[in-house]
């Protein structure tokens, strides 16, 4: 005998086919769509509440699941009583039954709505167990968990792509990183990682750029170069994807993801090879330049020829990285980026640790050291050589669950027009 249940959702259709009512409800905290079924000739009053119930509505049901189901819609559920717990007292600016797809600012404008369809929501399951998967990751690699401000006295990378603030009479900045404060945290623990917010102040319009972002940031000490750094970082991709693999398969059939494991180990490209390959696809970028969108997506594309979805691309020119990178030589860094089919993920590198040097590196970008004198202090008592990484969360996703724009992968966007909601 079936077990008497409740459930809590959304309604989203409400279909009546002779004397049976359909009430189609999407459920509380689940990817899929609830079939309620209701016969006039069992329940005659419950049968007039279910016809009648408004699209949208937040509902109460009870009664049982039955041991076969029917429904090709979702699982069926047999009820023996409906309480609609609050009606739309607007017409919705989405379609409920999801029969009619919503322009991309439509979700993003009603992104509490657009969560009641299957689809959307699995977006942000996903996004979570990939947040889960990377913290999980950390711990069981030896790394502390840390926080670190995010109104700051100094940018991370100096110039004007900074959100500047009034701090009680005191110029402040909103966090471009938490890199200064995650090389600090050196000079007394081996290994941190932090999952959290930064701000750009950078006037992007692009499928790819937010003024507003997530990134998933670690830094290691006692490295021996920067390749301890990648190999660090390849590891965290790798078992993200495993872990989606084993504990995200719903999600992923909901979004119609075919999740594929990058090759590994990651293809390694020095910068003088990816303008060769860049320029050998038709990009104009030069030696000396950072990489463009054109020519990360034409990098891509050869990649992807070789077998590759996931690479690096390692010994930057140190004149366009930031003053903290490592010098290797008079003109090159240890800097490298990590790209995943044509879309830059992540940025790291060895970091410089010998405090002369860094406040060389500093004067050389044309910055302050006084600016940075907070910073520079942790450099003064045996800071050991270490590196670090700052992967961009919402691109992974973006990527992971195959779309074209980044504001689709989160829930409030903010970019240059978009302030709320």
Request: proline share 5%; net charge neutral.
């Amino acid at each position: 005998m079936a077990l008497k249940t409740t459930i809590y959702g959304w309604v989203a259709n409400v279909k009546v086919l002779k004397k049976i009512a359909f009430v189609e409800a999407i459920t509380n905290n689940d990817l899929t769509y609830t079939v309620i079924v209701v016969k006039k000739e069992q329940n005659p009053e419950l049968w007039e509440t279910a016809r009648e119930i408004e699209l949208g509505s937040a509902i109460k049901a009870s009664g049982t699941y039955p041991e076969k189901s029917i429904s090709k819609r979702g699982r069926e559920f047999h009820a023996d009583d409906i309480v609609v717990l609050n009606s739309p007292i607007d017409v919705m600016p989405l379609d409920p039954t999801g029969k009619t797809p919503a322009q991309i600012d439509t979700n993003l404008n009603y992104r509490y709505l657009a969560l009641r369809f299957p689809e959307q929501r699995a977006i942000f399951s996903l996004r979570a167990k990939v947040v889960n998967a990377c913290r999980e990751f950390f711990i069981k690699n030896g790394f502390l968990e840390v926080h670190t401000p995010k109104i700051c006295g100094a940018g991370a990378e100096g110039g004007a792509t900074v959100f500047t603030l009034d701090y009680f009479g005191r110029t402040a900045f909103l966090a471009q990183s938490p890199q200064l404060y995650k090389q600090m945290l050196m000079a007394g623990v081996s290994r941190v990682y932090e999952i959290g917010p930064y701000f750009r102040a950078e006037k992007f319009s692009t499928a790819r750029h937010l003024n507003e972002s997530w990134g998933v940031d670690a830094e290691i000490a006692f490295i021996e170069d920067a390749e301890d750094v990648m190999n660090v970082l390849e590891k965290l991709i790798l078992y993200v994807f495993d872990y989606l693999q084993e504990n995200a398969s719903k999600e992923l059939e909901t979004l119609g993801v075919s999740l594929k494991k990058p090759r590994s180990p990651f293809k390694r490209l020095s910068y003088s090879e990816a303008i060769e390959v860049a320029s050998s696809q038709g990009s104009r970028v030069k030696y000396g330049e950072d990489l463009d969108t054109e020519s990360e997506f034409a990098i891509g594309k050869a990649m992807e020829e070789e077998g590759y979805d996931a690479y690096f691309i390692y010994e930057y020119p140190w004149e366009i990285k930031p003053f903290y990178i490592m010098r290797k030589g008079n003109e090159l860094s240890f800097a490298f980026d990590l790209d995943y089919r044509g879309l830059e993920l992540a940025s790291g590198g060895q970091r410089e640790h010998r405090y002369h040097e860094l406040i060389k590196n500093i004067k050389d970008k044309g910055l302050n050291p006084e600016s940075f004198a907070f910073y520079l202090e942790a450099f003064k008592y045996g800071m050991p050589p270490h590196g670090g990484f700052g992967l961009g969360l919402d691109r992974l996703v973006m990527k992971i669950v195959n779309k074209k724009n980044i504001r689709e992968v989160v829930l409030f966007p903010r970019d240059r027009q978009r302030l709320v909601p």
